[in-house]
């Protein structure tokens, strides 16, 4: 059973880091794009950074302006999101995507797609205080 699971989200002030795990599990290898997305309430889930398969390159929203790092471990099917200089507009659930590595490399931002994942964690609420 394939299967994401986030840690990490929680009550942090403005200008503050986060740092956001997701454990991926029963991949049957680990050729899979993978990624963060958000949801604020009343609005559709966005793609915040994303991680390829074939190349680990890594993409970001542009509303991320340099403030956030994706890292992938490939070996403990760990993908990472850190973040700094939070603001109050990053208040959301985020959540942990991935496709079943069927598509290959998902570049040019392709793996920001929501469309384009199948696998989805419960998700984990970051919440900016100003």
């Known amino acids: 059973q394939v299967q994401l699971v986030e840690s990490g989200g929680g009550l942090v002030e403005s200008g503050g880091s986060l740092r956001l795990s997701c454990k991926a599990s029963g991949f049957t290898s680990n050729r899979y794009n993978i990624g963060w997305f958000r949801q604020i309430p009343g609005e559709e889930r966005e793609g915040v950074s994303c991680i390829t398969t074939a190349t680990g390159a890594a993409y970001y929203g542009e509303f991320v302006k340099g403030r956030f790092t994706i890292s992938r471990d490939t070996v403990e099917d760990m993908v990472y999101l850190q973040m700094n200089n939070l603001d109050p507009t990053d208040t959301a659930i985020y959540y942990c995507?991935?496709?079943?590595?069927?598509?290959?490399?998902?570049?040019?931002?392709?793996?920001?797609?929501?469309?384009?994942?199948?696998?989805w964690g419960e998700g984990t609420r970051v919440t900016v205080s100003p």
């Open positions: 995507g991935a496709d079943l590595g069927d598509r290959g490399e998902l570049g040019g931002g392709l793996c920001l797609g929501t469309g384009f994942m199948k696998v």
